[in-house]
């Protein structure tokens, strides 16, 4: 299950949350006063990346389409805050804070970058909540990502029945 935040409903003060096989939920956050918006717009000067391959060989995407910038130097900054394990911010999955100023340094639309052997990317909103759903389970983003992998999961469109057609172009 994957999600982006779509857009606010004013007539029902309400956000749409967009799920990747075109399904769609709105969502009060009335009950979700403190969550957290992925903040990775250009105005921001930090920015959330999350570990898609630590540096013992586990990964989380078998193929990474992005260009990758090795060794990012230690002047972007060391991550700060969120990890899951406080010991060891290079856990699969672990949403970390760099200075995306420093990293526009090197490129201007960097999405992935190598540091200390580890490879991050921009952290999107489901990888946000699920990251901090793993980390306490009392925060809003926790909450919020629980409900929505219940819906998601219980509300999962029957099989697709309607012919697949081929077509032969000669």
């Known amino acids: 299950m994957n999600y982006i935040l779509g857009r606010y409903m004013a007539e029902n003060d309400t956000f749409v ?6 399904r769609w939920i709105e969502i009060d956050f009335t009950d979700y006063p403190t969550y957290q918006i992925v903040p990775n717009t250009l105005d921001n000067e930090k920015w959330y990346f999350t570990v898609i391959n630590d540096n013992i060989g586990n990964t989380i995407d078998e193929t990474i389409d992005e260009t990758i910038y090795d060794n990012i130097s230690d002047t972007v900054g060391d991550t700060i805050g969120h990890t899951i394990d406080d010991n060891n911010d290079t856990i699969i999955g672990g949403v ?20 200390n052997g580890v490879l991050y990317r921009k952290t999107t909103q489901t990888e946000l909540d699920r ?17 929505l992998n219940t819906l998601y999961n219980e509300h999962k469109p029957a099989v697709e029945t309607v012919p697949k057609i081929e077509v032969t172009m000669v």
């Open 96 to 115: 970390n804070l760099f200075n995306y100023r420093e990293l526009r340094k090197i490129e201007t639309n960097i999405s992935s970058f190598r540091k």
């Open 131 to 147: 990251f901090l759903s793993q980390k306490d389970d009392t925060n809003d983003n926790g909450k919020l990502f629980r409900l």
């Open 17 to 22: 949350f967009n799920f990747d096989d075109g």
